[in-house]
Structures are given as structure tokens and as C-alpha cells.
């Protein structure tokens, strides 16, 4: 197993002149010296066959090589590899929580892929860091697997992402309190091998700034110009105005794809908020199931539901707002920074008006098309609908066979009350949307293919996550590998997996990890 290494963050930023895990403040710098700490018993429970190939290595290397697993479990280096923690601030719930940093995760080198990208591989739950705070360092198996499928699920989906190579085993046990009531329990341990160009944050620049580190603020403005985004280096201020701009972009055309396939991302915290736009730090996040703007899967949230699905635009925004407040000494005045703001608003305009039209199976998002998109929400909230089910079934339907009616549909609903409530409105519904794409300047087919292709047939939803976990706290992670088989294609149906297409069953209502989950991995 080979891999190129070319670790320009050390190279290019100011670190820490201490090394090793002492828990501390870190000033000046931006990352840390510290080796993983190594696990009793490594072993591969599964692999991204896609995400390897970015780093030219094959699924066959992978599980022939018994290195693999020690070096993706934190035990042991290859040439190049030159572990690091970063620091970083950031926002938590509102609130300014100070210096973070990666207290699980450790960088292993910037890799350069056969075909030029740039993949820092960082292992998560790889031991104690300087930013571990009270906290183990070590993540758990559960979530090391909703990180690993959730990841590759997303990209697949076409939305933007960090990626995730690996998952190992550590043969080591992990204490948690799951929902921090007083009932802590040893659970199994795991390791993930995540990828991205950068793992940088917005807090990454917060924390400068909050220091009044402008020296570091530009610095790290530097290299994500340099490495991220080349065509804006050493264009000065301008250069600093558009970065900060396509920030915002990137940012709006992420959530986009959140809200087209029901993803809520649980705890969008600055530090939580890639500098990339990626969708980054999977934790208690969630699918919306039957419809509802106001769903938040995180039972840590669950007061004031600061994260739920629908508010996840205007969080983003205000994410963006405390960013654009930590780089304000970089930029002549708050004119750029205002401007880039609006390039997020405008972007967002964009992306909703197709996340709408390609939902619906139209050419275009017009004002009425809104209309009949909101109607449509509210319907699908009173009716307690299966978001993804709904828009499966909306999308094969035969817009002139009036006669099916809600047959097609009859797979989506979760409550009969509720179902009766909608059903003659949804009617009604359907006759305007028939109407509307008869009008349209795309043909039927179009329409249908358009909206096969984004309204997914499969999405991780918690409870088949949880199902592949507590196979694979039994010893059997087959049921890992067999769900990132399915969520490779999210778009085509796959024969013989009707059960990955299903509504949620009655049994993962009120259970643990699928209703309801905390911020305790
Ligand atoms: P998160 O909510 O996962 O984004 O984590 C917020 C902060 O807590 C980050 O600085 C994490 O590195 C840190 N953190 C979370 N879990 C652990 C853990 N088990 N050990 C050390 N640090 C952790
Ligand atoms: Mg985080």
C-alpha cells in the first residue's frame, strides 16, 4: 500500500512547539503534534471501494492487506504520514464556546490522489488529542458506523460531503451515557477514516479571531486559497471577497441538497460548518420521515430545537454571519463581507427554485411552482406522509391516470386519522399538479426522469442504520457493507431490496438511535 503524502498545513502554518496529548490552551498555532494512540485488536469491518480509488488504492489491496487495518486504526504510519490535532472555536447552540479543536480526530497527511485531488485522511475516535478536554478521545461503534454510511450516502445522493474510507474496529470498549441520564455502558469502539481536500471550519478562523490572531487569520486565509480554491490566490483583497463569497455559495447549494432529500443535519454548529461547504461531523443527525419541518432527530436539541429541518437555511445563514464577523480585520471595510452575504441569498434563490422544479418534474421553478410546492408541504405535514416515499411515488406516476388517485401513494402514510384528514386536499393537489406539468415545456418522460433523479429511493433512514448497527454489535458487520451497497445507487431501484425502500416499521418509533439520538458517541 502506497500513498502520496504532501502535508502543506504543517508546512505552511504555525503549530504548536509542544507535542503529545497534555490537555491544553493553544495559542498561535494551528495544529498540534500527536501520534494516535494505538487500539488492543484492529480489524476492518468495512471499506469505501469509491472513496480508496481517490487515493488509488483498490478494494483487493484493502482487504488482502493486514496493514490496512492497523494503519486506518490509528497503530501504525505509513511514510509520509505526519499526525496532527487541529484547533479550532466555534458556536455551540448559539453560544461562543471557545477553543475546541479535534479532540477525537487526528490528522494523518494530505494525500495526493492519482488523479490530483488533495485528501487530508483524518482518523476519528483515534485517542486523546490537546483539545480532548474532559472527554476519552475514542468514539463508538454506532457512530463510527452512521459516519461512515451516512458519508458515502451523501455523496452518492450528489450532495456535497467529506468522504469516509474505512471503518475498524478497535476490539477495545468505550464507555457512554447515551442519553446522559445516569446510565453509562460499555459499548465497542471504533475507528473512522474520513476524507476531505480540508477539514478546516468556520471556527477554525473564529478562534483567531477571537484572539486577535490576525497574523493566523490570514494565514490560514492563505492556504485553503492556495490548496481549496487557486484561482482566487494572490489576488488580494478581491481575491479575499470572492473566497468569502463562494463560502456562502458552496454553503447555500449544501443545504439545498439537505432539504431536497429530508436530511437534518442535527448539531450545525460553527465547527461544525466546512470551509469547503461539505457536509462535515456526522452525529445525531437524521431523515425526516413523515413530514415535518420542525423534526429534529437530537434529543440533546430537542428544547429548543434550534436545528430542526426547516430552520437549517437560516441557520446556515447565521453560521455564515459569525464568519464573516471573524474575518472582518482581513477585509477594508464590511462593503465584500455584505456582498458575500448576499451571494448567499441569491444562491439560495437558485437552489430552491430548482430544488422545487426538479422535485416536481418541471423545467423551471416559477413563483406559482413555490406556491404549489408549499401547498404541497403543508399537506404532507397534516398527513403525517413519508417525505421520500411521497416523492418516489409522485415522480412514477402517470400524470393523465387520474383514475389512480392515492393508490400510488398508499405505502406513505403513517397515521389513518391523519391520511383522511389530506386525502381529498391531496387530490385536489395532484389535479393541479398534472395540470401544471401538462402546461410544461418538458415532455413526460423528462419530467419522470427528472424527478427519478432527485427524489431518492433509498436514504439512510436511522432505523436501517440501526439495524446494520446491532448486527454489527453482534460481531456481524455484513449488514454495514450490505446498506453502502444499496445507498451507492439512491436513484435506481434495486430488485429484492423493497425493505431499504420501506417506511419506518412501528418497532423504530420510540427506539433509541432511530427516533431519538444524543450528542453521546
Ligand atoms: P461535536 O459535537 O462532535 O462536533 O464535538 C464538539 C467538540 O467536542 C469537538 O471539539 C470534539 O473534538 C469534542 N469531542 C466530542 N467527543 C469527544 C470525545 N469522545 N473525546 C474528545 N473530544 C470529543
Ligand atoms: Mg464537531
Not at 501520534?35 to 472513496?51: G, K, N
Not at 451571494?343 to 434563490?349: K, L, S, V
Not at 405505502?411 to 386536499?425: I, K, L
Amino acid at each position: 500500500m502506497h500513498i502520496e503524502f504532501d502535508n502543506a498545513f504543517l508546512r505552511e502554518l504555525p503549530g504548536d512547539p509542544e507535542s503529545g496529548p497534555r490537555v491544553r490552551e493553544v495559542l498561535g498555532a494551528a495544529w498540534s503534534r500527536v501520534e494516535p494512540t494505538p487500539v488492543a485488536a484492529p480489524r476492518l469491518l468495512a471499506a469505501s471501494a469509491e472513496a480508496a480509488a481517490l487515493l488509488g488504492l483498490d478494494a483487493a489491496t484493502i482487504s488482502a492487506d493486514p496493514d490496512f487495518a492497523r494503519v486506518f486504526a490509528g497503530n501504525a504510519l505509513l511514510p509520509g504520514m505526519q499526525p496532527w490535532a487541529a484547533n479550532y472555536g466555534g458556536h455551540q447552540f448559539g453560544s461562543w464556546a471557545g477553543q475546541l479543536g479535534d479532540g477525537r480526530a487526528i490528522s494523518l497527511g494530505e494525500a495526493l490522489g492519482p488523479d490530483g485531488g488533495r485528501w487530508e485522511l483524518q482518523l476519528k475516535g483515534a485517542g486523546k488529542t490537546p483539545y480532548s478536554r474532559f472527554a476519552d478521545g475514542r468514539a463508538v461503534l454506532r457512530s463510527s458506523i452512521r459516519e461512515f454510511l451516512c458519508s458515502e450516502a451523501m455523496h452518492h445522493l450528489g450532495i456535497p460531503t467529506t468522504r469516509a474510507l474505512s471503518l475498524v474496529g478497535t476490539g477495545e470498549q468505550v464507555v457512554r451515557d447515551m442519553f446522559y441520564d445516569g446510565h453509562p455502558r460499555p459499548e465497542p469502539g471504533a475507528v473512522v477514516c474520513r476524507m476531505a481536500p480540508t477539514f478546516l471550519r468556520f471556527g477554525s478562523w473564529q478562534l483567531p479571531a477571537s484572539r486577535g490572531d490576525t497574523a493566523l487569520l490570514r494565514g490560514l486565509a492563505d492556504y485553503v486559497q492556495r490548496y481549496h480554491f487557486p484561482d482566487l490566490a494572490g489576488r488580494g483583497a478581491e481575491g479575499d471577497a470572492e473566497w468569502f463569497a463562494r463560502v456562502c455559495e458552496r454553503t447555500a447549494w449544501m443545504v439545498a441538497g439537505w432539504m431536497r432529500v429530508g436530511f437534518v443535519h442535527g448539531v450545525m454548529n460553527t465547527d461544525n460548518m466546512s470551509i469547503l461547504g461539505l457536509t462535515i461531523d456526522y452525529g445525531p443527525y437524521g431523515w425526516v420521515e413523515d413530514y415535518d419541518p420542525d423534526w429534529t432527530p437530537n434529543t440533546t436539541d430537542a428544547q429548543g430545537r434550534r436545528y430542526r429541518f426547516g430552520t437549517q437555511p437560516q441557520v446556515a445563514y447565521w453560521n455564515l454571519l459569525q464568519l464573516a464577523q471573524a474575518l472582518a480585520p482581513l477585509f477594508d471595510g464590511v462593503a465584500p463581507l455584505e456582498a458575500g452575504l448576499a451571494r448567499f441569498g441569491q444562491a439560495w434563490e437558485r437552489a430552491y427554485r430548482d430544488l422545487v422544479a426538479r422535485k416536481l418534474g418541471l423545467a423551471r421553478g416559477s413563483d406559482d411552482d413555490l406556491r404549489l410546492f408549499a401547498d404541497l408541504q403543508g399537506l404532507l405535514q397534516d398527513g403525517q406522509v413519508d417525505m421520500t416515499l411521497f416523492f418516489r411515488a409522485l415522480g412514477q406516476r402517470d400524470g393523465a391516470d387520474a383514475e389512480a388517485g392515492l393508490a400510488p401513494f398508499a405505502g406513505a402514510f403513517y397515521d389513518a386519522d391523519a391520511q383522511a384528514r389530506v386525502e381529498a386536499p391531496l387530490r385536489d393537489w395532484l389535479a393541479r399538479h398534472a395540470a401544471r406539468q401538462a402546461d410544461d415545456p418538458l415532455d413526460a418522460a423528462q419530467q419522470r426522469e427528472k424527478m427519478r433523479l432527485a427524489n431518492p429511493c433509498y436514504v439512510l433512514r436511522n432505523w436501517l442504520a440501526q439495524e446494520a448497527i446491532d448486527r454489527a454489535e453482534q460481531g456481524d458487520p455484513g449488514g454495514v457493507t450490505e446498506l453502502l451497497e444499496v445507498m451507492r445507487h439512491p436513484y435506481e431501484e434495486q430488485p429484492g431490496r423493497a425493505h431499504y425502500a420501506g417506511a419506518r416499521p412501528e418497532w423504530a418509533r420510540h427506539r433509541a438511535g432511530c427516533s431519538m439520538l444524543s450528542c453521546s458517541s
